[in-house]
């Protein structure tokens, strides 16, 4: 690889589409972000397909830009959020808004399911390795089948978000292995299961599923049209690509046995990259399938920053638009001891519940502990405290191996505070690897590896160094006292 070639990642995540330039050592050189507000309304979380083209092209122009007089784009590779649903027709043209991963419409098709076969959840699980969300592909495409079928019947696919991308940009219809094993379907193989095909109702429709493809694996190239929306050459190789978790395990150098990565991001996520699949704890978590014959066995607890960006808006109104809202809102949470003087917080965010560490979609965020003695202080150093609790909890249901360090990825990372947390909360060492953008990254280097710089995509997600916070123990008694107060406030709200 010549010293001016450079790769491109794109990450299109839920509420921020973002692209970023890196050279031939996985160094970011440049990158740009536009946000992509999700519309929320009853249950139901969508995206506006022109609003989300418009940020993936303004944002990949803005590198094509950055790339002038320092090198030449040789490949892009694609990164989104897993599973959810962007219905096409034949000629490509989304048909109605982009169905997010958060969505709750298919509740009623996994109610008809269980209504029918009370063990369907755990068969469904031994077969795909992931507790069912009613944000996957299947079960959504299901409850459009009958609840517009008028539409439906225009349809050509039902894609995923990057695939979406990856089609306008090269024309080409497909998904990858990543995608295709969580939709739900089989980990073992790392592909689509007939049989979870046929037990949503799908197999007469199963021609809406795309094609699926290694997330190595060159998809189609940049065309002419695409070329002259987002400014890249035409004709640029586009790899298939993975989900923004796989992509986070592959760019922060966590494709490797044995290595703990955390994702604390708008999803709170802890996981342990395994050489086989692993199904236990049954009817738990998820199994994400990774290139080169690897799983990624993951606890999420669905929220992340999430939590304290919400926390924030409604608290600490009068910091909005501040250069230092982040510098101010450290503050108000260094100054309170741990335990946050009582109060817990449980972050359970999502409209979509939880499904670790158990699978409760009725599950929701809320505080306890408040008296009219609690200020906003204890209340945002009770949400920091309830994530990182929250990371203790998923620890504990991998069981990763003794001393092993958590790499932890996402924007809740750059706070040393929440990594300080973190440490003391989970008694292991927190490692931030060094760079950003981890979700762009693993997918430049997936492109990468379509190209033949590396021999293999575990080969380009070799480990890279980074910040490292220890647990110091100074505050052992007062962390285990939060700790027995998060359970309990835990165990009186999940079913």
């Given at each position: 690889m010549a010293t001016t070639d450079l790769l491109l990642g794109l990450d299109a995540g839920s509420s921020v589409c973002k692209a970023a330039l890196?050279?031939?050592?996985?160094?970011?050189?440049?990158?740009?972000?536009e946000p992509t507000p999700l519309?929320?309304?009853?249950?139901?979380?969508?995206?506006?397909?022109?609003?989300?083209?418009?940020?993936?092209?303004?944002?990949?122009r803005r590198m094509a830009?950055?790339?002038?007089?320092?090198?030449?784009?040789?490949?892009?590779?694609?990164?989104?959020?897993?599973?959810?649903?962007?219905?096409?027709?034949?000629?490509?043209?989304?048909?109605?808004?982009?169905?997010?991963?958060?969505?709750?419409?298919?509740?009623?098709?996994?109610?008809?399911?269980?209504?029918?076969?009370?063990?369907?959840?755990s068969e469904i699980f031994a077969v795909s390795g992931s507790a069912l969300q009613q944000g996957c592909t299947l079960p959504l495409l299901a409850a459009l089948l009958e609840e517009?079928?008028?539409?439906?019947?225009?349809?050509?696919?039902?894609?995923?978000y990057k695939d979406w991308l990856r089609l306008r940009l090269t024309g080409v219809i497909a998904t990858d292995a990543s995608e295709a094993a969580v939709s739900p379907g089989d980990a073992r193989s790392q592909a689509r299961s007939a049989a979870l095909i046929d037990l949503f109702g799908l197999t007469g429709q199963a021609r809406l599923l795309?094609?699926?493809?290694?997330?190595?694996g060159i998809a189609g190239h940049v065309t002419a049209r695409a070329a002259a929306e987002t400014g890249l050459p035409e004709g640029l190789p586009v790899v298939a690509g993975a989900g923004d978790v796989v992509a986070n395990v592959i760019g922060a150098g966590g494709l490797r046995p044995g290595a703990i990565i955390g994702l604390l991001g708008t999803t709170c996520m802890v996981g342990l990259c395994r050489p086989e699949p692993v199904f236990t704890p049954p009817d738990l978590g998820l199994l994400f399938s990774l290139p080169d014959g690897h799983w990624f066995r993951a606890m999420v607890n669905v929220a992340g920053t999430l939590n304290l960006d919400w926390a924030v808006s409604l608290l600490c109104p009068d910091l909005a638009g501040r250069a230092d809202l982040w510098d101010r809102v450290t503050e108000m949470a260094a100054r309170v001891p741990v335990g946050s003087r009582g109060v817990t917080y449980l972050?359970?965010?999502?409209?979509?519940?939880?499904?670790?560490?158990?699978?409760?979609?009725?599950?929701?965020?809320?505080?306890?502990?408040?008296?009219?003695a609690v200020g906003r202080d204890e209340m945002i150093r009770a949400v920091y405290e309830g994530v990182a609790l929250s990371i203790a909890d998923l620890c504990d249901l991998l069981?990763?191996?003794?001393?092993?360090?958590i790499v932890l990825t996402g924007g809740g990372g750059r706070s040393a505070l929440w990594c300080a947390m973190i440490a003391e909360a989970t008694g292991r060492e927190v490692i931030v690897p060094d760079g950003q953008e981890f979700g762009a990254r693993g997918a430049a280097l997936l492109a990468a590896t379509a190209l033949g710089l590396f021999g293999s995509v575990i080969e380009a997600s070799a480990a890279v160094a980074g910040r490292s916070t220890l647990p110091t123990g100074a505050e052992s008694g007062a962390w285990a006292a939060a700790r027995a107060a998060y359970r309990h406030a835990r165990d009186r709200a999940l079913r």
């Open positions: 890196f050279d031939g050592a996985g160094r970011l050189v440049a990158m740009a972000a519309l929320r309304a009853g249950g139901r979380v969508e995206s506006d397909p022109a609003r989300a083209w418009a940020a993936a092209s303004t944002v990949l830009q950055a790339a002038e007089g320092r090198g030449r784009i040789v490949g892009l590779g694609l990164s989104g959020a897993m599973v959810g649903g962007w219905v096409v027709d034949a000629a490509g043209q989304t048909l109605r808004s982009g169905i997010n991963w958060e969505d709750s419409r298919a509740g009623w098709v996994i109610d008809r399911l269980r209504a029918a076969n009370p063990q369907v959840l517009e079928p008028a539409l439906m019947a225009r349809a050509a696919a039902i894609l995923t795309p094609p699926v493809l290694p997330s190595a972050p359970y965010l999502s409209e979509s519940g939880i499904i670790a560490p158990v699978a409760d979609p009725a599950a929701r965020a809320g505080f306890g502990g408040l008296t009219p069981a990763p191996p003794e001393g092993a360090p």
